[in-house]
């Protein structure tokens, strides 16, 4: 990108009410068949037209087409029972039950590609596309066949590189793996989490991005942050590491986060997605609280490495807070251009 702090959002945008219940996180499609099919592209087409009016620079689908950031992935694969299902831990913070590893784990066919060349129709931005990382994938399912983590998660990477590169190949721009999960098994994700991602990564000529974050704002994680006291150090568990790797981009969580900014300066020469809109409030930023937070990051990255964001996705949020929320990142990040360029 040739302009300074090009902005985008961490991943998934509401879904209109008549493709599913909105104000709600993993609602089930309200549509069937072809008329699913079209449902979910005018949602594309919707999400599409509100980050441009926003001015938001670099778009993503929002995550229209999927109910859920992991499960609708691994839907897509062979060798996992969604019947069969046991009840596991969650990131060390929730129980949920969770479909069942059966057998060797493959993709049969691409699960997002047609769905990134229909957005690549609609515009001339950039892309950037959402995909599960392998340690989240993991933590998000039963193992009955590989019973090793660090073995289900190669698996996956090998086949979330297959489903990368074909979204390069579709014209998506960056390619981003969320990986919530690194903020959490800091041990693994030394030892093999990030040779994971950098495999699920390997070889794309495009821009790469991993986004750790601290969560959407549902129960289980507003009560997770207020167990982490006044500082939270997580990132710098796995920052040194992630800053010698082969990823491109780290995004993460800044607004109103307890993560000392800081931080960062551990990521330098990266590029880094500054979230700078809280989604776990329905109070929407002022374009200068915006700014205030891209001020203080830019002490540690520099300008030209500096991506104004959004902390996670705004699934759950309301069509009309989110579409403030586009507005405020869009504003606060012309402030700091102006700033920076006078
Ligand atoms: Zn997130």
Redesign the pocket.
């Known amino acids: 990108m040739n302009k300074l702090l090009p902005t985008s959002t961490?991943?998934s945008l509401p879904r209109p009410s008549w493709l599913a219940e909105p104000e709600k996180l993993w609602s089930p499609w309200k549509l069937h068949g072809d008329e699913l099919t079209e449902g979910k592209q005018d949602a594309l087409r919707v999400v599409l037209s509100d980050q441009q009016q926003a001015g938001i620079d670099i778009v993503s689908d929002g995550e229209q087409t999927r109910q859920h950031f992991v499960t609708t992935f691994i839907e897509h694969l062979a060798g996992v029972d969604f019947q069969k299902r046991e009840t596991v831990r969650i990131r060390d913070r929730y129980d949920a039950s969770v479909p069942t590893v059966v057998g060797a784990v493959s993709r049969q066919k691409p699960v997002f590609v047609e769905d990134a060349k229909f957005l690549r129709g609609l515009t001339d931005r950039p892309i950037k596309w959402a995909l599960p990382g392998p340690m989240t994938m993991i933590d998000t399912l039963y193992d009955a066949h590989y019973k090793s983590r660090e073995k289900l998660a190669w698996e996956f990477a090998r086949i979330l590189n297959d489903e990368a590169r074909e979204l390069e190949a579709a014209g998506v721009d960056i390619v981003q793996f969320?990986e919530?999960a690194f903020n959490v098994f800091f041990d693994e994700v030394n030892d093999w989490g990030i040779a994971a991602l950098e495999r699920a990564a390997e070889g794309l000529r495009c821009e790469t991005a991993v986004?750790i974050?601290?969560?959407?704002g549902i129960k289980a994680n507003t009560d997770w942050k207020k167990s982490l006291g006044e500082e939270w150090r997580q990132y710098e568990q796995v920052f040194p590491k992630l800053q010698t790797s082969s990823i491109g981009m780290v995004s993460l969580?800044c607004q109103h986060s307890r993560v000392p900014m800081e931080l960062i300066e551990l990521l330098r020469g990266k590029k880094v997605m500054v979230g700078a809109i809280d989604v776990a409030t329905d109070a929407v930023e002022t374009p200068e609280e915006v700014a205030d937070v891209l001020r203080r990051a830019l002490r540690f990255v520099d300008a030209d490495k500096l991506y104004p964001c959004t902390?996670?996705?705004m699934a759950p949020l309301s069509r009309r807070i989110a579409q403030g929320k586009l507005a405020a990142l869009s504003a606060g990040a012309d402030i700091v251009r102006r700033e920076l360029s006078a």
Do not use: L, S, T, V
């Open positions: 961490a991943g969320d919530p986004h974050c601290y969560g959407y969580e902390n996670c996705g």
